[in-house]
């Protein structure tokens, strides 16, 4: 299992851009990168996946180059209620409907006023 | 979108007493379901593989035949916490993949808190 490595903790402001970057070194050729969002008391969320390059949706984009050693999940124009914790995760292909998920700490995203 | 359904999404119960959990998937269905534990400010620990028609797979150091899980169909697995302790407390979570192409993410329950008296 690839092993993931983010920041613990980020702080922000409203209306400003968020970056979160997560490290995956030995992430393998047929992995997926996957990213969830949890709020206190819930179940995580799909945000978004990418295997290469860029993806976009309506809440996120991920931007992952070449080497795919990482990838940087963005949220543009953040929001108070943007406020949780945000998984990586790398998946192996048809591992995500075969085996369950490797969560790493995630990272604890703080939005202010 | 697919959704998963868990219930109850809160237990208060004395030690000793047997919680049953339910996840279900309502508009897919899943050969496979996965449960999860996630303590106070902690990840989410991966406790099982829940299989439709045979034996779930648990994860090393989880207790078999304390955590019952039970698959009788492709929208239904239960998770049975038996005899529990203060120490089972915890945020139960399960989840599953839609069927479709391999990379399908995975659509989580809204979890459940178990708080053992």
């Known amino acids: 299992l690839a092993k993931t490595t983010q920041p613990i903790s980020m702080d922000s402001y409203e209306g400003q851009e968020v970056n979160i970057t997560c490290s995956h070194n030995n992430i393998a050729t047929n992995d997926y990168i996957t990213w969830y969002q949890q709020f206190p008391s819930q179940g995580p969320r799909f945000i978004i996946q990418?295997?290469?390059t860029k993806v976009t949706n309506e809440v996120a984009s991920l931007f992952i180059p070449a080497d795919r050693k990482s990838s940087t999940l963005s949220l543009p124009r953040v929001s108070l209620s943007d406020t949780a914790v945000y998984y990586c995760?790398?998946?192996?292909?048809?591992?995500?409907?075969?085996?369950?998920?490797?969560f790493g700490k995630g990272t604890h995203l703080i939005i202010q006023p | 979108g697919a959704v998963v359904s868990q219930h109850p999404s809160r237990v208060i119960c004395k030690s000793g007493t047997s919680v049953k959990i339910e996840c279900r998937s309502l508009d897919f269905q899943a050969t496979t379901m996965f449960w999860y534990r996630q303590f106070p400010k902690q990840s989410l620990m991966l406790m099982a593989t829940s299989n439709e028609g045979s034996k779930a797979t648990y994860e090393q150091g989880v207790e078999k035949d304390k955590f019952l899980i039970n698959h009788a169909s492709l929208t239904l697995s239960t998770l049975t916490v038996t005899s529990a302790h203060p120490e089972d407390s915890s945020f139960y979570i399960c989840?599953?993949?839609?069927?479709?192409?391999?990379?399908?993410?995975?659509?989580f329950g809204d979890g459940t808190r178990l708080s053992i008296l």
């Open positions: 995760l790398v998946e192996s292909n048809g591992r995500g409907g075969a085996d369950g998920l490797t």
């Open positions: 990418g295997y290469k």
């Open positions: 989840s599953a993949s839609a069927p479709g192409d391999s990379n399908q993410p995975q659509h």
